[in-house]
């Protein structure tokens, strides 16, 4: 018998939520963020389902080179650029775009030959993470288009706190983006998902949408559903026992929770060998037969328990719904101490992933 825990992946509500992302940025270009394998939805299947993007952005060579294998015709931005001219033969044979971050790369670029690339430069303006400093543009800038690797440079950065509405930094990195010498010479690229969804003084040439195209919202204090966004995994197993405990026993290991009454528990056949936290709490719900129930004890490798107090009739065999449609990620997320970023990208390989387009 195959293992019943599996990831359905609705395509449809992946082309809904590029569409939300362009109604909110109407006049930018889009660059969908497809790196981590598609935030865990499968890299291939979303750059392919997303043929109106204008450009996918992905953080490694790898990533990029097996979407143009695969035929993947756009524009393909290499979001942490390269660290050797050796690099630089694969991003002209697969017609990349590297992100420029340090002079070092930069140096590179001066010493190698080869055709003229596209490239663009990142301005780190409050993330601290990669780029160079404002102060540094223009001479960075400059130096870049006098380089004959070099055929056009793009702007972007990134923005550190834009998932908190209350967060006036977001409006700082911004001042400092848009007050660049020579800045009206090139294209631009401020807006991450938050960006896009929550901070229209973000609005630039390009709009790079990341975890809002997979149904979950930037924002840390809402779900995706309140900004018309679908979710487009759902994670789900089933029930494989059904057993009857006495007030006071333990369930799980550790018997770190004991039945308060004579109650049934249920198991499903899911658990952290198959990516679903192994910290939530007992009390973090799931679905059965369309009703929330809540985990007991502790999260196991392959399984995890369910209190079926309020769900009688549930039988072996019904379906569970770890998160996805009808049960926010997000809300898992919280209880595990996380965001749905992490949840979504570890699922693990022994998953089955399902693709629909309903």
Request: charged share 20%; aromatic share 6%.
């Amino acid at each position: 018998m195959t293992r019943a825990t599996r990831a359905t992946l609705n395509l449809r509500a992946l082309q809904h939520n590029l569409t939300v992302a362009r109604r909110h940025a109407s006049d930018s270009r889009l660059m969908a963020i497809i790196k981590a394998n598609g935030y865990g939805h499968g890299m291939i299947e979303v750059a392919q389902a997303l043929d109106d993007a204008d450009a996918f952005g992905v953080a490694t060579l790898d990533e990029a080179i097996a979407l143009r294998e695969a035929g993947i015709p756009q524009s393909i931005v290499l979001l942490e650029g390269f660290v050797r001219e050796d690099d630089l033969r694969l991003i002209d044979g697969f017609q990349l775009q590297p992100v420029i971050h340090h002079p070092d790369q930069i140096a590179i670029l001066e010493q190698a030959s080869g055709p003229a690339l596209d490239v663009w430069l990142k301005v780190d303006t409050g993330m601290h993470r990669l780029g160079v400093a404002p102060a540094e543009v223009a001479a960075t800038l400059s130096r870049l288009l006098g380089c004959p690797r070099v055929a056009r440079v793009r702007l972007m950065t990134h923005l550190a706190n834009a998932d908190d509405h209350e967060d006036d930094f977001t409006l700082e990195q911004i001042r400092r983006f848009e007050t660049l010498d020579d800045l009206s010479v090139t294209a631009r690229s401020i807006a991450n998902s938050a960006g896009i969804l929550g901070w229209p003084q973000a609005a630039s040439d390009w709009a790079r949408p990341g975890i809002m195209l997979y149904g979950v919202s930037p924002f840390n204090n809402s779900v995706g559903e309140q900004h018309d966004l679908r979710p487009v995994m759902t994670l789900r197993s089933q029930l494989i026992a059904v057993n009857r405990h006495q007030a006071g026993e333990p369930i799980g290991y550790g018997g770190s929770w004991r039945c308060p009454e004579d109650m049934p528990i249920g198991v499903a056949a899911i658990g952290y060998g198959d990516g679903y936290p192994r910290h939530v709490p007992s009390g973090t719900p799931v679905l059965i037969n369309g009703k929330r129930v809540p985990i007991v004890g502790r999260v196991s490798m392959d399984m995890l328990c369910v209190d079926l107090r309020n769900c009688p009739k549930a039988a072996i065999g019904d379906e569970v719904i770890l998160w996805g449609e009808g049960l926010p990620v997000e809300e898992i997320a919280e209880a595990a101490g996380t965001i749905g970023y992490e949840l979504l990208c570890k699922v693990t390989a022994r998953v089955g992933f399902d693709y629909i387009h309903e």
